[in-house]
């Protein structure tokens, strides 16, 4: 049985990098570009009609930047998972992303197959950060947790952080499903976040979890 190719939509205010991405996808048959927007406010129109599996979004557009169009796709009901590209590493707008609701956030010069992953990972909810945008959250100071992490919600973070469903995570450390839905539960309360992708971008920033090299 062939596999149901990912659908994605483009989102960005230059022609020429809509037209490469386009061209990269396009070209994969596990990928589907089913639209393409300039800016944010295009974005919500087109992301709340097409509903695709994954938005790709750039953050830096006129008139509706890319953290507003993330919000206002969360608000209104709109499930499609966001993956948010840029040119810097240093973007002040990585954890606003995130908080907004962002699935991930990759660098435009990633290589393709790097690109490519975070796209499949994106599209089962999985976190995708790219190691220098990690860096660079970790490098970010922010009010420490009111209570520590204990061992095992670190394990189970970490697992996740490398894309690890909560089924794998179960299996990896020989616990439940639900126990480990129980220890995210904990972890997000600790870290004051509401999902996945906003647990593992603080807990970078906050030295839980280190870049793989």
């Known amino acids: 049985m062939s596999e149901t190719p990912v659908r994605v939509l483009i989102v960005d205010d230059h022609p020429i990098v809509r037209d490469g991405l386009r061209g990269m996808f396009a070209a994969d048959p596990l990928f589907e570009v089913v639209g393409e927007a300039a800016d944010g406010a295009e974005a919500i129109a087109v992301g709340e009609r097409l509903r695709p599996d994954v938005i790709l979004m750039d953050l830096r557009m006129p008139e509706v930047d890319g953290v507003t169009a993330i919000r206002e796709l969360s608000r209104r009901g ?3 998972r966001v993956l948010v590209l840029t040119t810097y590493d240093t973007d002040s707008d990585v954890l606003p992303a995130i908080e907004a609701g962002a699935t991930g956030f990759m660098l435009k010069d990633a290589p393709r197959e790097e690109l490519v992953r975070a796209v499949r990972a994106a599209a089962r909810g999985q976190a995708a950060l790219s190691p220098a945008v990690a860096t660079r959250l970790m490098g970010q100071m922010r009010k420490p947790a009111a209570e520590p992490l204990s061992q095992r919600e670190l394990e189970v973070l970490e697992l996740i952080a490398r894309g ?23 972890v997000y309360a600790k870290l004051g ?7 593992v971008a603080t807990a970078f920033e906050r030295g839980y979890l280190t870049p793989r090299r």
Request: hydrophobic share 40%; aromatic share 4%.
């Open 193 to 199: 976040v509401n999902d996945r992708a906003a647990a």
């Open 78 to 80: 709109v499930e499609s």
């Open 164 to 186: 690890s469903t909560n089924r794998e995570a179960a299996e990896r450390l020989f616990i439940s499903e639900a126990t480990v839905k129980t220890h995210l539960l904990h």
